[in-house]
């Protein structure tokens, strides 16, 4: 069983700089899993930064539903596995299925592999759930599913980090 590492926090609070860090400890090379598409200039800026950022020991491959498969895929090919990040995921797949129990299921799935898996794998999410209450009912859904998922995956994961102002503080 591979050591799993689950990272929370806001926008812009370091939580890829720590899992990138997390994920070097282990050598090269390493797998990163992208769930964002590139939709429009600013997010294609914002994936370029981060793949320079990350440089060439690093191989990324774009999956924005099927995290179970390719990290079952893709078991023991690398040094480490990291996966930025579940938040973009969960709404690719709400925007998919339309439905909070098909979303949560999948997640439920996806943890299922964790215990079989060899290489450690670190995922990053976002912490959605810290501000005001969204005033319709999408995001109100989906601060709730957030939250639901991010229970799911802390409760799987060997260790939880949550990352404030660029400072990591270990959960569990």
């Known amino acids: ?31 990163y899993i992208a769930t964002a ?4 200039r600013e997010m294609a800026e914002r994936i370029a930064r ?3 950022r990350r440089g060439a020991a690093w191989q990324t491959i774009e999956e924005q539903y099927d995290l179970a498969g390719v990290l079952s895929g893709h ?22 299925y339309e439905d909070k129990r098909a979303v ?10 964790f215990p079989l898996l060899k290489t450690p ?12 209450i ?8 989906f601060c ?3 939250g639901e998922a991010n229970e799911l995956l802390a409760a799987a994961a060997d260790e939880v980090y949550v990352t404030f102002s660029g400072l990591p503080l270990k959960l569990k």
């Open 37 to 40: 598409a590139y939709g429009d």
């Open 134 to 141: 969204p005033d319709n009912p999408l995001a109100r859904a």
């Open 144 to 146: 709730d599913l957030s």
């Open 1 to 31: 069983m591979s050591q799993i590492t689950f990272i929370t926090g806001g926008a812009r609070s370091g939580k890829s700089r720590l899992a990138e860090a997390l994920a070097v400890k282990h050598g090269e090379p390493l797998l």
């Open 75 to 96: 078991d023991r090919w690398f040094k480490a596995t990291l996966v930025d990040c579940v938040t973009l995921w969960l709404t690719n797949l709400l925007l998919k």
């Open 121 to 132: 794998l670190i995922l990053v999410s976002n912490e959605v759930g810290m501000g005001i």
């Open 104 to 113: 949560l299921d999948e997640v439920r799935r996806t943890a299922a592999t």
């Open 50 to 52: 981060h793949q320079e």
